[in-house]
């Protein structure tokens, strides 16, 4: 248990909807980073937040967004859903802001756009 | 631009065999970080190794070993007497000194028969 948690598990939901996946991260880490897993693309870094702000940007969709709250816990929103975004989105978590800091990832949430 | 490659799609071997797993990083940085994650079929990502540019020493943890070579920018990493419980896909991902996030290769797939 790498004690970072997202929540659904699973998300199956229809083309043009709107989700939100939530994320918690380890205790105490203040970076927070977004990765999207298809088979066609593997696995691709979205964004990162590091104590509430937006650090990095990857290949994020502008259908896409995501936040960081005072709390730490971030979402990750994904609107007007095609067939392509079916996935498994990962969060990580880490201490610091760099990417040379080991990162700790979360169990995924698979979604599915039908 | 950094490029990571991991030529090897699959690799299939019986308990107990030897399985050593390829990766090419190349990259204009002079400074960066190394990482080798794994994901059963459960789906999570594991963390298994971080190793830095600057550091050519091989590393033997358990039945873990890793061989980075910076002259080749390659960084093997090796199973020893596999098991089972080793069926997974591996991924390299280095950062660079300065980025935020871990670019993933294109993963290879172990599976070990009993």
């Known amino acids: 248990d790498s004690g970072v948690t997202q929540t659904p598990k699973h998300l199956i939901t229809a083309t043009g909807q709107r989700v939100t996946l939530r994320c918690s991260p380890r205790?105490?880490?203040?970076?927070v980073y977004w990765y999207q897993q298809s088979l066609d693309q593997g696995l691709q870094f979205l964004i990162q937040y590091y104590n509430g702000e937006e650090r990095a940007k990857g290949n994020i969709l502008e259908r896409f967004s995501a936040q960081q709250f005072p709390d730490l816990h971030s979402e990750l929103n994904l609107s007007s859903l095609e067939l392509g975004d079916s996935a498994l989105y990962f969060c990580?978590?880490?201490?610091?802001?760099?990417?040379?800091?080991?990162?700790?990832f979360g169990p995924g949430t698979r979604l599915t756009v039908l | 631009a950094q490029k990571v490659t991991q030529a090897q799609t699959e690799i299939s071997v019986v308990e107990k065999e030897d399985v050593t797993l390829d990766c090419v990083y190349e990259?204009?940085?002079?400074?960066?970080?190394l990482f080798w994650y794994k994901q059963p079929p459960s789906g999570e990502l594991v963390f298994l190794i971080r190793r830095n540019s600057f550091d050519e020493q091989n590393e033997i943890s358990g039945r873990y070993s890793w061989n980075f070579q910076k002259s080749t920018s390659s960084f093997n990493f090796t199973i020893t007497a596999s098991q089972v419980v080793d069926s997974a896909v591996y991924f390299c991902?280095?950062?660079?000194?300065?980025?935020?996030?871990?670019?993933f290769g294109a993963g290879t797939t172990v599976t070990v028969r009993a």
């Open positions: 205790s105490g880490d203040l970076s």
């Open positions: 990259t204009r940085d002079t400074t960066y970080y």
């Open positions: 991902a280095p950062p660079a000194f300065n980025d935020y996030k871990l670019s």
């Open positions: 990580a978590s880490s201490g610091d802001r760099e990417a040379y800091n080991e990162q700790f």
